[in-house]
């Protein structure tokens, strides 16, 4: 194959008009990396985690852009997205470690990580509505999402229900919460948010696989493109962006604050691929 997957990936999302301003984008950029330093005073990563604070912005911008569509005002969240950051960073140091070689038993037991866990926990707990249903639920994926990590790790194929979870499941988790602020909800709504946040992870989870390819195909690490071939793989990623971002508009009011969001998700989506944004007419 002549033209990489994350390429062709960029290519459709040009076609489909998916892509970000590149002035706003250097905004975005500088705009993650003051979350993620402000995120990164109250944790303390593992040391072998040199990208602690990228992950922490990362985590606190697309939760940002995940709770829009529900969001009652147009006004953050601060404890959810801090929730959110440290979801991302739980999730991406656990990862790491284990694709470093440590057994899944052992990363159980590292004090680094089971501190994260625990301050985790304390948040979550600190949020002020805590629905029965949204509880039951984000402890499932937790859990589902641990299981998909421990049963994938170091496996170069497993099942695309298992891609799914590892990939989907991180999403929902940073997303979740936000219903743990409302005192009450529509449960419609709900489910529904709750299937576009696991079309949100499902999304980057390709993302990732698609920049990540060479490095993990060389290292036997699972990655969705080596599972499951399509040859109009990036078409049907892109046409998911699209639906993305349209259930996205159809939900969150207009606004600068909010078409910054919006912003965030495709200039992330871009940063990821690794490839140059088109330049303008």
Same mark, same amino acid.
């Given at each position: ?10 290519r459709?999302? @040009? ?13 975005? @950029?500088?705009?993650?990396? =003051? ?41 953050? #969240? ?8 440290l ?14 070689? =440590? ?16 301050? #985790? ?7 002020p ?67 576009w946040?696991?079309r ?10 698609a ?12 990655? #969705?493109?080596?599972?499951?071939? =399509? ?25 600068? #604050? ?24």
């Amino acid at each position: 194959m002549t033209t990489s997957i994350a390429t062709a990936i960029a290519r459709q999302l @040009s076609a489909a008009g998916n892509t970000p301003d590149p002035d706003r984008s250097r905004y975005i @950029s500088a705009r993650l990396h =003051h979350f993620g330093e402000l995120q990164h005073r109250t944790v303390v990563p593992p040391p072998q985690l040199a990208s602690a604070t990228s992950l922490l912005g990362f985590g606190y911008v697309m939760t940002e852009f995940a709770i829009a569509p529900v969001i009652a005002s147009q006004k953050p #969240y601060a404890d959810v997205l801090a929730l959110g950051a440290l979801a991302n960073l739980i999730v991406c140091a656990y990862d790491a470690l284990l694709d470093s070689g =440590h057994a899944p038993t052992r990363l159980l037991r590292d004090p680094l990580i089971g501190r994260l866990v625990d301050l #985790y926990f304390a948040r979550l707990a600190g949020l002020p509505h805590a629905h029965r249903a949204v509880d039951r639920t984000l402890r499932r994926a937790i859990q589902r999402m641990y299981d998909a990590e421990t049963a994938t790790a170091g496996q170069p194929a497993a099942s695309l229900r298992e891609w799914r979870r590892k990939s989907a499941l991180p999403f929902v988790v940073m997303g979740l919460p936000f219903w743990m602020t409302a005192p009450t909800f529509d449960f419609k709504r709900y489910r529904e948010h709750l299937r576009w946040l696991y079309r949100l992870g499902q999304f980057f989870g390709w993302i990732d696989d698609a920049a990540d390819l060479a490095g993990d195909r060389a290292d036997g690490r699972l990655n #969705y493109f080596c599972i499951a071939t =399509h040859p109009d793989a990036a078409q049907r990623i892109a046409r998911c962006a699209t639906r993305i971002l349209q259930a996205w508009d159809a939900a969150v009011p207009p606004g600068r #604050y909010t078409r910054t969001l919006r912003e965030t998700f495709l200039a992330v989506t871009w940063a990821w691929l690794g490839a140059p944004m088109p330049s303008g007419p």
